[in-house]
């Protein structure tokens, strides 16, 4: 895998921790630039720091519709092109929906779907125009069964899931490839707002993933021939179904 990237540049957004880390990470070491993107300014600069000028930190909150706006012209012009973009950026929340805050809905909602929309959007007409990229976003198992402890999450991976199907169709013309990767649970801060006796569960049973399995699904998405879209892969620990 040293150095298939070798001339790219790969955008990932919610760089700074868990899938998004581990895929920028994987990324850096097949040889692309990697323009990581989250709102962790500081986690960005350390980043920097150890990988050196092939990591382009790029500090944006993409829950603010005007910084959102900015990822696209800001990566041109700090790296002058676009071959991957991760949208990987999410957050959770779980429980029953009668117990769920509102405001808290609409901001995941927001970044689940909306900025997933906008950023791939966004990013087409330069792909279109170079007639090459990659897209992958990162989806989630629920988006692939009616998961009862997280309806609002699994509602927002069910609506991304329709978006990468969808658009992949629209745009293979342009030589363009669209997939996503739905993992069951992974190591990562999004388990922090997981129900307790969830979680407990899933480590006790050996049911949970590692950014770094996730990153090396991605990495296999990326380096197939132009010819060959791996459209939606669905990760699971072989021990998720006991």
């Known amino acids: 895998m ?3 990237l070798e001339g790219k540049v790969a955008a990932v957004t919610g760089a700074a921790s868990g899938i998004g880390l581990a895929s920028s990470e994987a990324m850096l070491a097949a040889g692309a630039r990697v323009v990581m993107v989250d709102r962790d300014a500081a986690a960005l600069a350390a980043l920097a720091g150890r990988y050196g000028d092939a990591v382009i930190p790029l500090v944006i909150d993409l829950l603010d519709p005007t910084a959102c706006a900015t990822l696209l012209p800001r990566v041109l012009e700090k790296a002058g092109q676009l071959d991957i973009l991760h949208a990987n950026a999410g957050i959770y929340v779980g429980g029953d929906l009668v117990d ?6 609409d901001r995941m ?8 929309m906008k950023n791939v959007h966004d990013a087409l007409p330069h792909m279109i125009a170079r007639a090459t990229g990659d897209i992958i976003v990162t989806s989630s198992l629920a988006a692939h069964f009616p998961t009862p402890w997280e309806p609002v999450y699994a509602s927002s991976k069910w609506a991304i899931n329709c978006f990468v199907q969808t658009v992949r169709r629209q745009v293979f013309k342009h030589g363009i490839r669209v997939g996503s990767i739905s993992p069951g649970p992974v190591i990562s801060a999004l388990l922090a707002d997981w129900p ?3 979680l407990a569960e899933a480590k006790a049973s050996g049911s949970l993933l590692e950014a770094s399995e996730v ?7 990326l380096t197939r021939p132009r010819g060959m879209t791996i459209r939606d892969v669905v990760m699971l620990p072989t021990n998720f179904d006991l």
């Open 100 to 105: 769920a805050d509102t405001a808290a809905i």
């Open 2 to 4: 040293a150095k298939q």
């Open 196 to 198: 307790a006796e969830k």
């Open 109 to 116: 909602l927001n970044l689940n779907v909306n900025v997933v």
């Open 215 to 221: 990153a090396e699904v991605v990495m296999f998405m």
